[in-house]
Nanobody
Framework: QVQLVESGGGLVQAGGSLRLSCAAS????????MGWFRQAPGKEREFVAT????????YYADSVKGRFTISRDNAKNTVYLQMNSLKPEDTAVYYC?????????????????WGQGTQVTVSS
């Protein structure tokens, strides 16, 4: 099992930037695909971005494409989400998740373990 701890959330004005980090411990981090999801109040958890185990392939939700970048540093057992040009509709709790397979995927139910989440609030 991999333990995940997110950090980097906070309050930012629209148009600003934040970088979220997700530190992993436990099993061999580099073997697994990682994903970021978010959940706003009263809404379902939604896919944001995912990255393959070897950091080759990345996929993004249309709503964040061109603004967010997912990356990973396997030497540091950490995955990042750089968020630029933030909008009020990006306000949510952001979660990182691990899938015990190589291939990235956008479906939340196919991820195996989750972090506790970090709050991102974007003011208008």
């Amino acid at each position: 099992q991999v333990q995940l701890v997110e950090s980097g959330g906070g309050l930012v004005q629209a148009g600003g930037s934040l970088r979220l980090s997700c530190a992993a411990s436990g099993r061999t981090f580099s073997r697994y695909a990682m994903g970021w999801f978010r959940q706003a109040p009263g809404k379902e958890r939604e896919f944001v971005a995912t990255i393959r185990s070897s950091a080759g392939s990345t996929y993004y939700a249309d709503s964040v494409k061109g603004r967010f970048t997912i990356s990973r540093d396997n030497a540091k057992n950490t995955v990042y989400l750089q968020m630029n040009s933030l909008k009020p509709e990006d306000t949510a709790v952001y979660y990182c998740a691990v899938r015990y397979a190589h291939g990235p995927i956008t479906i939340a139910s196919l991820y195996d373990d989750w972090g506790q989440g970090t709050q991102v609030t974007v003011s208008s």
